[in-house]
């Protein structure tokens, strides 16, 4: 038996830099960490491919994530307003995800407000690392 409940089934990279999804997805694949990987554009996005894959009509082809990496900031709709649909859709209840933050600038500000987010158990800067990857699995994926 493996030591860990992975390769995980789907990743979803929900992130507007092209640059970032493209290293990110790269680095999940060499890893062999998730049988799939989606790269979404922003939030909403996220929210589109959630509901249609937890909502009360899901829809087959819409598997659920067993992890989200979210860019805080993006255009549409950024990290922390899609965490605010999600919290209102109760995603959590339905069918509960591991969220991880990406961010490209540490402010102060975005680390302050992301204190607020329970769901939220970590954040990472861009771009992945095998160190940061190795971590995630250890913390969140880890057979008991």
Do not use: W
């Not at 997805?25 to 909403?44: D, P, S, T, Y």
């Not at 600038?105 to 954040?123: G, P, R």
């Amino acid at each position: 038996m493996k030591p860990y409940n992975y390769p995980l089934n789907l990743v979803l990279l929900v992130d507007d830099d092209d640059t970032t999804n493209y290293l990110n997805e790269r680095l999940l694949k060499e890893m062999q960490v998730a049988k799939e990987i989606k790269l979404l554009k922003n939030g909403k996005e996220a929210l589109d491919y959630l509901t249609k894959a937890e909502g009360p009509e899901a829809e087959a082809a819409y598997k659920h994530p067993d992890l989200v990496f979210l860019d805080i900031k993006m255009p549409v709709m950024d990290g922390f307003s899609f965490l605010n649909e999600y919290h209102k859709l109760n995603f959590e209840e339905i069918n509960p995800v591991i969220i991880l933050m990406l961010t490209s600038s540490a402010s102060f500000y975005d680390l302050e407000k992301l204190k607020q987010y329970n769901k939220v158990k970590k954040h990472f800067s861009k771009a992945l690392t095998k160190h940061d990857v190795h971590e995630i699995i250890e913390e969140f994926f880890k057979r008991s």
